[in-house]
């Protein structure tokens, strides 16, 4: 079912359910006050013939009593009276056919057994009555007589039941109007998150992510389509690096497998040793490019870092020993952070040896290359200086974007890598001039330090 509808069949019932609570109301109510609008005539019929016997002073005889009363009344609507002389009916007030309460035995008889006044029911032509037996009695006439008054009950009820057949009539049409103006108020309201719903189709069916909701106003509506079109510009922006990072891999990936091909193809006999030379050296290096993307890729990703407890000077001292052996070059221990953080110790070390390979690739046999760290305030500090040619001011952003590199390197991944080594650490990567030439690079990173063994927790 559609909001639409629900929302609809949602009116509909609450303005049937109200009109049913109110309509069974009236209903209680009417029928209430005809049962004592009833009960109050009869009461009224029997004072007034106490009345009536009374006006007449002593009398003798009883049927000629109850002439005389029959004589000077008449019934209301709905009502009908007569006279019960020993078991017989005597007179009775001119009615409509079906209201010949008279004829009815039972009631005569009841009538003429009566030794009280009583109330009961009966059944006529005309439905059920009320009616009243009243027994007269005069004294030295010994016949029994009674006076019964019958009020047609059900034809009164009639008028109540037309009431609530108008007021039944009028619901429906009360139900309909609402049921109407309902489909129209949910028609209005639902247009605008309709249309959200056909452009996203439209948007998920073409894949066509440059598309956006229009929706103007400034209410939930067209907040939910900024929300969405916000989402859009994410996934856009995310698709189109996406695309873009396998546009570079395929390419990078490419010059090598053609390197390789080209070699096997020209390959005689008398070469075939250095050829395989050759391609195993550069099937190393698609090896490499890939593990770089592979790595790439994965700390993009949450949950990169295993973070724990990192002892930074042994960390710069022990990247410092592992180097050393890579190249003839003056290495040095510039300072070291003698602190506890936490991070992640492996890809703090992955990174400045990074940085270190970096130096080696752009320093001369026997130039100088240091490596140090250190806290500044609440930051950690971690480089790897060298007396190279250092970086021109111009590049020095772009370097860090993966696939930058030099003209003679490697495939630009490795300050890539860095950079989201220290973005995942909640930091960042970056590169300075060295005051004596050459180049710093660093990254810096907020210090979440750990109690040193031996002392209290603190930030000193
Ligand atoms: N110490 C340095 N001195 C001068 N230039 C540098 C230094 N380190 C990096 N660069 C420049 O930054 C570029 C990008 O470095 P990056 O480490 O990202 O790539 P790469 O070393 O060329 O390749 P890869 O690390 O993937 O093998 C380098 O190609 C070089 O031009
Ligand atoms: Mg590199």
């Not at 998150?193 to 939930?220: F, N, W």
């Not at 001369?364 to 290359?369: A, F, T």
């Amino acid at each position: 079912m559609s909001a639409h509808t629900r929302i609809v069949a949602w009116v509909l019932l609450v303005v049937a359910l109200a009109l049913t609570v109110a309509g069974s109301a009236t209903w209680s109510l009417l029928v209430g006050r005809l049962d004592a609008r009833v009960g109050a005539e009869l009461a009224n019929e029997a004072e007034k013939l106490r009345a009536f016997a009374k006006r007449a002073g002593p009398a003798t005889d009883v049927r000629g009593l109850l002439r005389d009363y029959l004589g000077t009344m008449t019934p209301d609507t709905y009502e009908t009276y007569f006279s019960v002389v020993n078991g017989k009916v005597d007179q009775y007030s001119v009615v409509r056919s079906d209201e010949r309460l008279h004829l009815n035995k039972e009631l005569v008889a009841a009538a003429s057994a009566a030794q009280e006044p009583s109330t009961g029911w009966a059944s006529s032509d005309a439905g059920q009555v009320r009616y009243l037996v009243m027994p007269v009695r005069v004294t030295g006439d010994d016949r029994k007589a009674a006076f019964v008054v019958g009020v047609f009950y059900d034809e009164q009820r009639r008028e109540v039941t037309d009431v609530m057949r108008s007021f039944a009539l009028t619901s429906a049409l009360a139900v309909a109007v609402a049921g109407a103006a309902g489909w129209l108020v949910a028609g209005r309201v639902l247009a605008p998150v309709r249309l959200v719903r056909k452009t996203a189709e439209r948007i998920s069916d073409s894949a066509d992510l440059t598309r956006r909701l229009d929706v103007p106003g400034d209410d939930d509506i067209s907040a939910l389509a900024g929300t969405f079109n916000r989402m859009l510009d994410r996934l856009e922006r995310a698709f189109a690096i996406q695309r873009e990072f396998l546009d570079d891999a395929g390419h990078e990936l490419r010059t090598p497998l053609t390197v390789v091909r080209g070699h096997l193809e020209l390959m005689g006999e008398e070469d075939r040793e250095e050829t395989v030379a050759l391609v195993l050296d550069e099937l190393e290096r698609m090896n490499r490019i890939v593990d770089d993307l592979l790595l790439l890729a994965r700390s993009e990703q949450p949950g990169f870092l295993d973070v724990g407890e990192v002892a930074v000077a042994e960390l710069t001292v022990d990247v410092l020993a592992k180097v050393r052996t890579l190249a003839d070059r003056t290495w040095r221990l510039d300072e070291v952070a003698d602190t506890h953080v936490l991070a992640d110790g492996q890809r703090l070390t992955q990174a400045l040896v990074q940085f270190v390979a970096n130096a080696v690739r752009h320093t001369r046999d026997g130039g100088r290359i240091s490596v140090g760290s250190a806290l500044r305030g609440q930051r950690l500090e971690l480089w790897v200086r060298d007396d190279g040619p250092g970086v021109p001011a111009d590049q020095r952003a772009r370097i860090f974007e993966r696939f930058v590199h030099g003209a003679q390197t490697g495939t630009g991944l490795g300050l890539a890598i860095v950079a989201n080594i220290a973005a995942a650490h909640g930091g960042r990567a970056e590169v300075r001039d060295a005051p004596e030439g050459g180049a710093v690079f660093l990254i810096s990173i907020p210090a979440y330090r750990t109690g040193e063994p031996g002392e209290p927790h603190s930030d000193r």
